[in-house]
């Protein structure tokens, strides 16, 4: 009879760990998300059109920088939602660039919580950037440093919020969680090893090997002995459709139909920006090449010793 009461309050003890857990948990994703939401905000409906204004007067101050007063600004590019990119294709005055954006971005009232890239014009290799964060200084890396080119292409990302953040139900969320893991708690003890184990297995599932390179699609990581990679929505996705067709030709067109098809226009240049973007993510495996098949599209070349 002892022993048995020693047990129930062992189990009493174990059941209270897990809900004080798992409200701790609850509380702290309200935190986090709340946190998160509040620094670094995306852009509203309203700013993308201001946003593209911007980077045509950015790209006209660089131009006039150059010396540059009579060629026309190049039409800004929305290749994802947030990610700007302006192929200005001219020298650029880096050590004036972060004064010059971020006194734009102010004039046309947008966020200071940015990235910007410069791109090489000839191999699409980033060659400089920084990250702005408002209310914080961060070193801008190379600055006052020899500059390697004289044609570059601009990008501009500007923080997006996760699916739950931008539905606004995170909070009900969270405290759903509360309650839900305290329900478990009392009901669920013992079958919480064999779902774990259900989970495991599913995420193995989505895991796909070509030599010495690992791509998990839903999770939208890449990995291979020189480290990890995380890839956006559109790289996984993008990446997954010559994954499933290697050594075939992918026209342009359907792979704007199978990768952006359901978003609307998108201008045939972010083809090739994401294209540039998986090359370096193929790179660590050498038996595996991207390559662009003039005026027709892109083929993911796999050598045969692989695929096998």
């Known amino acids: ?11 009493f003890m174990n059941h209270s760990v897990f809900v004080r857990f798992a409200i701790s948990l609850g509380l702290m994703l309200a935190l986090s998300f709340g946190w998160s939401s509040a620094s ?12 593209n204004l911007a980077l045509r007067a950015i790209g006209h101050q660089l131009l006039l920088m150059a010396g540059d007063s009579t060629s026309a600004v190049p039409p800004v590019q929305k290749v994802e939602p947030g990610l700007y990119f ?9 050590d004036s660039l972060k004064g010059l954006v971020d006194r734009v971005l102010k004039q046309y009232g947008l966020p200071r919580d940015y990235s910007l890239a410069l791109y090489d014009c000839h191999s699409d290799d980033i060659l400089l950037g920084y990250v702005s964060q ?8 190379c600055n ?7 044609c570059y292409r601009l990008s501009i990302r500007f923080p997006q919020p996760s699916p739950i953040q931008a539905s606004g139900q995170w909070p009900w969320l969270a405290l759903l969680f509360v309650f839900v893991g305290t329900g478990l708690g009392f009901l669920l003890r013992g079958p919480v090893k064999a779902k774990s184990l259900v989970h495991n297995e599913h995420s193995l599932s989505t895991q796909k090997t070509l030599g010495r390179l690992t791509v998990d699609f839903d999770n939208q ?7 990890e990679q995380r890839l956006t929505f559109q790289e996984a996705k993008l990446l997954s459709l010559f994954w499933q067709n290697p050594n075939r030709v992918l026209r342009r067109e359907e792979i704007l139909e199978q990768v952006w098809g359901d978003e609307g226009v998108i201008v045939g240049r972010s083809v090739d920006v994401f294209v540039s ?12 090449n991207l390559v662009s098949i003039h005026g027709v599209g892109y ?7 692989v695929i096998s």
């Open 277 to 288: 973007r998986l090359r370096k993510v193929l790179k660590p495996e050498p038996a595996m």
């Open 144 to 150: 006052g440093r020899a500059q390697n080119s004289d």
């Open 134 to 141: 408002s209310g914080s200084e961060i070193e801008q890396a």
């Open 1 to 11: 009879m002892h022993t048995t009461g020693k047990a129930d309050s062992f189990a």
């Open 40 to 51: 670094g905000m995306p852009l509203q409906a309203g700013e993308e059109q201001r946003a």
């Open 86 to 94: 302006l192929p200005l294709e001219s020298a650029v005055q880096y």
């Open 221 to 227: 990581l890449a990995w291979s002995p020189e480290g």
């Open 299 to 305: 083929k993911l070349e796999v050598a045969m010793e």
